[in-house]
């Protein structure tokens, strides 16, 4: 499916809009086609004129376009697609997307579609960190939507953070990722499957929002807390990197952004568990409904595990510091006449170790693998050496874009042998291996 796919580009308005014609042009390259709509904001940074010239097809710009409603409806519009795709996703489109609301052709596309959706946030920090949009999103992924990016980084607006678009190329390979896992129609029940238009003429604009039949915007049932395959078992989970202090001021860290942890945190609340998330230093925020307990050094993220036992099921995807500084200097360290300090290092004890032998040991252990080599061999030695029960192996090396990315590529080894996955993004290796759990705790 990867090849030739179908993709319904729908820009939001945002300085990242202009990314979204590199977009286009990445996924030509890639020998995809896209349709572009464009909403009223998006085209105060870009012009239809120049998303038709890259698509070679007509943007789409307003809801109220007769010409546009009688040759393609905003039903319609999605129909031959493989996967819809809003990029940059403002803020405001994101909130129109998670309640429902459709005034523009942009939003009353995205809640008459039946296709896949994948967007890629963009904005300010303060509006990507705030509560309602977080919520939003929250209940974006709730509805299986893939969300990529947005990135760390400096905002056209000079403050730095999260909320910088995800770039082209990793927003295509994200879209190639979604295309290959399959499933791209939302199935609706037999009874309110759609129909194909018919070529009668076009209602007046102000009958458009009621032609939609409202038993189109279905998509699966969301799992409430609660209730779900995971109900009633408790997971613990580790997350993201460890910092160690080698003095007030200064730590040895590593480059782990915690997004596949907080992924599979998210992903087991979904399906009914009770979730404690132990995270290292992160720049994402919390999953909603999981307790999340924050920890600096693997010290602390050890007396934080202990403390969150007995659990029915322990993952632990965080990159442990291996090392840390034996004394940590309680002043800052000064430079010398003697040149650089020696810093003495110290073993780290061994969290997934420590849990799968000791007397707590949960039914399920998993822990991570990340190599840049030898990444199955290196994996299965980790398998006996940890006592865990599987090994979720994924190889590292800065050019595969993991460490940090949205997209992971990991290898399953168990005593029964190795399962490996495409690269997906982390989202759905998150839900891919809850479903596994699920399996596994499921009643004879
Ligand atoms: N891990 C842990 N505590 C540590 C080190 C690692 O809990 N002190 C866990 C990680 O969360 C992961 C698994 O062990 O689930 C493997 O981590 P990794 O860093 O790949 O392996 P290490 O044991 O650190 O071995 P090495 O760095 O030599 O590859």
Redesign the pocket.
Known sequence: MANGARILLIVGGGIAAYKALELIRELKRRGHESRGVLTQAGAHFITPLSIASLTGDVCYTDIFSLTDEAEMGHIELSRDADLVVVAPATADLIGKMANGLSNDLASTTLLATDKRILIAPAMNVRMWLHPATQRNVETLRRDGVTIVGPDNGEMACGEYGPGRMAEPVAIADAIEARLKAGGNIIALPPETQLRPASPVQSPPPQQMMSRANPKVASVPPRILPGKGPLAGRHVVI?SGPTHEPIDPVRYIANRSSGKQGHAIARAAADAGAKVTLVSGPVSIPDPAGVEVVHVES?RD??AAVEKALPADIAI???????WRVATASKEKIKKGANGPPALALAE???????VAKGRKRPRIV??????TQKVIE?ARA?LK??G?DL?VANDVSPETGIMGGDLNAVHLVSADGVESWPSLPKEEVAQRLVRKLAEAFRPA
């Open positions: 580790t693997a993220m050890l632990f995807a965080a990159a442990v510091a291996d780290n004890p061994d969290i997934l170790a420590t998993i822990g991570f693998a990340a190599e290196h980790k050496k940890k865990c090994i």
